[in-house]
């Protein structure tokens, strides 16, 4: 298994401001993404963050609004930027890789709300 | 195009009874994982199993327990002797051999509450 750990885990935001989340997992792995949970719904993947290059970002976003980075196989940011209400959600890490059963692991989530 | 359907929006039982959350998937692949997710109130996303296409055993660990059936394309949870902690919402996810992860669909989710 792998242990995710995300900062913050709550955070209440300012309209038009950004914020970075944090995700630091336990173990290298080979798989590192980021989903939205918006209130009452399941989980979109945003991207899959890939080690040393620019993240692979799905239908509906874009890297100027979910920049993410990944310097090495264990830590990965993903910033929220220009936040309006409508960013209000729970962003989730997660990971995967054979080096942990070949399982989707997520992080504890962060909540965000932006007023 | 994958798809999971999960049919139960809320379910509602007393504890100590029964239950047992729907998962329905669509996919082309002839391989591929399911998996089941739990999330308590606290947001973050349990694992709780695995399954690969090509296996088609039921599973018990302790309480609950998994019904994959390929037939019908269904992969139910079932949770025996409810208890309050068991209230969560349950994902229903599928995740095609190809692009392992990153294709990974979830369903709506199942909101279980379980009353005492």
């Known amino acids: 298994s792998a242990v995710i750990s995300q900062k913050p885990s709550r955070d209440i935001c300012q309209r038009g401001t950004s914020l970075t989340i944090q995700c630091q997992v336990d173990?290298?792995?080979?798989?590192m993404f980021w989903y939205r949970q918006q209130p009452g719904q399941s989980l979109t993947l945003i991207a899959t963050?890939?080690?040393?290059?620019?993240?692979?970002?799905e239908s509906g976003f874009v890297i100027d609004k979910f920049p993410i980075s990944r310097p090495n196989l264990t830590f990965s940011t993903l910033t929220v930027s220009n936040m309006s209400p409508e960013d209000s959600s729970i962003y989730l890490c997660?990971?995967?890789?054979?080096?942990?059963?070949?399982?989707?692991?997520f992080g504890e989530g962060s909540w965000l709300t932006v007023v | 195009a994958q798809k999971v359907t999960q049919a139960q929006t809320e379910i509602s039982v007393v504890e100590k009874e029964d239950v047992t959350l729907d998962c329905v998937y669509e996919?082309?692949?002839?391989?591929?994982?399911l998996f089941w997710y739990k999330q308590p109130p606290s947001g973050e996303l349990v694992f709780l199993i695995r399954r690969n296409s090509f296996d088609e055993q039921n599973e018990i660990s302790g309480r609950y327990s998994w019904n994959f059936q390929k037939s019908t394309s269904s992969f139910n949870f079932t949770i025996t002797a409810s208890q309050v902690v068991d209230s969560a919402v349950y994902f229903c996810a599928l995740s095609e051999a190809a692009n392992y992860g990153q294709n990974f669909v979830f369903g709506p989710g199942t909101r279980l509450s379980v009353l005492p």
């Open positions: 173990s290298q792995v080979t798989m």
């Open positions: 963050a890939n080690q040393g290059s620019e993240a692979t970002y």
């Open positions: 996919t082309r692949d002839t391989t591929y994982y």
């Open positions: 997660s990971v995967g890789g054979q080096g942990i059963g070949n399982t989707i692991y």
